[in-house]
């Protein structure tokens, strides 16, 4: 996960370069109210701790069992994302 982000970094660079996205860094324009509302940030929030706490307990995973045992546990952990994508949201 580490290696992925550090990969990905100058990538996301490059895009915001090019696309003209840096306005001073972290900025609220995502929530004006003419665009967005508070439930933004609500859905955003909990989608961003439940990403953190899938990769927590990946590496958890990984760290404890066996190589199979981790493959079998990701391929169960897309199964089940892609049933909750579909049904649910």
Not at 35 to 49: D, K, P, Q
Not at 64 to 89: D, E, I, M
Request: aromatic share 12%; glycine share 8%.
């Amino acid at each position: 996960l580490a290696h992925n982000s550090l990969i990905a970094i100058p990538l996301l660079l490059c895009v915001v370069c090019f696309w003209g996205f840096s306005d001073g860094g972290a900025s609220w324009g995502f929530m004006d109210a003419r665009r967005h509302s508070w439930e933004l940030l609500g859905v955003f929030s909990i989608a961003t701790v439940l990403g953190c706490s899938l990769n927590y307990t990946m590496f958890l995973c990984i760290r404890v069992n066996s190589a199979l045992t981790t493959s079998l546990v990701g391929h169960a952990k897309t199964a089940v994302q892609t049933v909750v994508g579909f049904f649910v949201l």
